[in-house]
């Protein structure tokens, strides 16, 4: 019997999904770096969500622009959080 379509590629998840190990992260943290460096610089990429969000909202509106700002508090709730942090750290020597 002829088929219509031809058999599909072998899929190359297929492989993986036997295997026990484990894939090599994408990004990963160094080891041996500190704390106030590390929450700097969650501080710094909320300080940069948040400017997102602002620029969005601001062409946005209705259930849409309530949303993004709704975002927006939970990014600024997340930027008091590491400040407060931060603010109990031991300065570096």
Do not use: W
């Not at 590629?9 to 990963?28: L, N, Q, V, W």
């Not at 929450?39 to 969005?56: D, G, I, R, W």
Request: proline residues 9%.
């Amino acid at each position: 019997m002829i088929k219509p379509s031809p058999n599909p590629p072998a899929s190359e998840t297929a492989e993986h999904i036997g295997t026990s190990s484990r894939p090599c992260p994408i990004f990963t943290i160094r080891s041996g770096v500190d704390s106030e460096t590390l929450l700097v610089h969650a501080y710094e990429t909320l300080a940069s969500a948040n400017v997102m969000a602002t620029e969005l909202s601001s062409i946005l509106t209705g259930p849409t622009c309530n949303l993004v700002l709704g975002i927006q508090q939970m990014i600024v709730l997340a930027q008091l959080s590491v400040n407060g942090v931060l603010d109990h750290l031991d300065p570096q020597q």
